[in-house]
């Protein structure tokens, strides 16, 4: 059942240069969105120019909501749920694509700043799975909020524009790096080891104090965040600042068909589900797309997707369409239906070992379905029921959309979840979908451009369907 290739789809001309265009649009967002916070900050604002309305206005003017309607709920700053509104009641369920935010990375740590042997450093903890090894020697910036003790968030995003410098963390050189090869991987670098180096000029001194003054070169980096954001070294404590990889994201192979960046995991998914919202006019069943943080590190907090965030705005939502209550709620959580719109791994010919080539994920071959994640037996997973799989294969095929299905890797070699299982804790009918990523969790990740377009036009039929 091998399936065709979705760049046939797509000649030369008019066609594959509608790829190359959603494409472009994409590279451009998560070059500049490289944390949660600023990719809703983006998203809510597109949204708001399309035509959604902000749920916290709706309820302030006691707004009635009606068919054709556009909402969001904006979680925090770090999530966003956007609504379209149905012809059928909310109480017939809804039809939900669900993707997360957050990607894999290093946080600075509360008390980050410290001097060491004339170098200023910032201590980190790194977030999500990752590789430590493949984060030293690379070229990184700074983006997040400092939250000052008057309410004042000062944004910060540093070695991304023209011009910036950019930091990042040393590795030993090969020629003293016997022990260190003969480490495990997860062991050639450790995770206390991840601190970036960001300055080295010591501040200058008046003369009565150079005897008395102490981590000069430290003193220096403070006086200069001074200068830039008026803040001191105690507003850290109330820091969230992400170590991301400095530099846009970049077409990826001579024939431009791919695109390297930071993020794809799910940032690759979660943009064509926002931009299908936008496509959507007045659906049967009510549309939503649910984008969620913390899924990284196992979906937990207020802005993750085991919070009561969703199911609070959807019992909001119910009451401004006049059509509330408490079981009416449960009904519309039981009665949806979800494509946890994550990233899946690609079949890499470098690595084959890892991978079952009958059911793996391919490049080029469109949105990729998988029944069940976990890891050995299933273990975490949602596995999709048959019905469910059936209808969408329906749903796909009449609307010409490229699609495959895969799992991840061999069943005893490892395996990974995602936001699908909490979902359907409500009953919902939930199956993972999304584009297949190389390098996954790396700091530079590879997509297919026509995956993603695939993934694009398949969420839209998705939604304008009543499954």
């Known amino acids: 059942m091998e399936r065709k290739n979705a760049w046939d789809k797509y000649p030369e001309g008019k066609k594959r240069e509608e790829v190359f265009a959603f494409a472009e649009e994409y590279r451009g967002f998560i070059s500049r969105c490289k944390t949660e916070r600023e990719c809703v900050t983006e998203l809510a604002e597109k949204a708001q120019k399309a035509g959604f309305v902000d749920l916290e206005e709706i309820i302030e003017k006691g707004t009635a909501l009606k068919a054709g309607d556009k909402v969001f709920a904006n979680n925090m700053g770090k999530g966003l749920a956007l609504f379209v509104m149905g012809k059928k009641s909310l109480e017939e369920g809804m039809n939900i694509l669900g993707a997360h935010i957050d990607s894999p990375r290093m946080d600075l740590k509360q008390d980050p700043l410290y001097e060491d042997t004339d170098f200023a450093m910032l201590d980190t903890h790194y977030y999500g799975g990752i590789k430590k090894y493949q984060w030293v020697t690379l070229p990184l910036a700074l983006h997040?909020?400092?939250?000052?003790?008057?309410?004042?968030?000062?944004?910060?995003?540093?070695?991304?524009?023209?011009?910036?410098?950019?930091?990042?963390?040393?590795?030993?050189l090969v020629h003293l790096s016997g022990e260190q090869l003969d480490k495990k991987a997860a062991k050639v670098i450790e995770g206390e080891n991840l601190d970036l180096i960001i300055g080295s000029i010591p501040m200058e001194a008046k003369e009565e104090d150079k005897e008395s003054a102490k981590e000069k070169v430290k003193a220096n980096i403070m006086k200069l965040l001074e200068a830039e954001y008026g803040i001191e070294e105690e507003d850290f404590l109330s820091a969230e600042i992400e170590v991301v990889p400095a530099g846009e994201a970049r077409d990826y192979g001579f024939d431009r068909s791919m695109i390297m960046g930071y993020g794809h995991d799910d940032r690759v998914c979660a943009y064509p589900s926002f931009m299908a919202m936008l496509e959507v006019k007045e659906p049967e069943v009510t549309g939503v797309c649910l984008l969620v943080d913390k899924e990284e590190i196992g979906s937990v907090g207020a802005s993750g997707m085991q919070s009561r965030f969703f199911e609070n705005t959807v019992a909001e939502i119910m009451n401004a369409a006049g059509d509330y209550s408490e079981l009416k709620v449960r009904r519309a959580l039981k009665n949806s239906k979800v494509l946890s719109s994550d990233v899946s791994a690609a079949f890499d010919p470098n690595f084959p070992s890892v991978m079952t080539k009958r059911n793996a994920a391919y490049f080029g071959r469109g949105l990729v379905f998988n029944k069940y994640t976990g890891s050995r037996g299933k273990a975490g997973s949602n596995d999709a029921n048959a019905e469910y799989v059936g209808a969408l294969r329906n749903i796909m095929d009449k609307h010409e959309v490229a699609f495959q299905t895969a799992e991840l890797g061999k069943v005893d070699q490892g395996g990974g979840g995602t936001i699908a299982y909490i979902?359907?804790?409500y009953g919902m009918n939930v199956i993972d979908s999304g584009v297949a990523v190389l390098n996954m969790h790396a700091p530079w990740e590879i997509i297919s451009k026509v995956d993603l377009y695939e993934a694009f036009r398949g969420y839209v039929a998705f939604l304008e369907e009543a499954v």
């Open 423 to 425: 979902l359907a804790n």
């Open 144 to 172: 997040g909020v400092i939250a000052k003790k008057d309410g004042s968030l000062v944004q910060v995003n540093i070695g991304d524009k023209p011009g910036d410098p950019v930091f990042g963390v040393s590795d030993l």
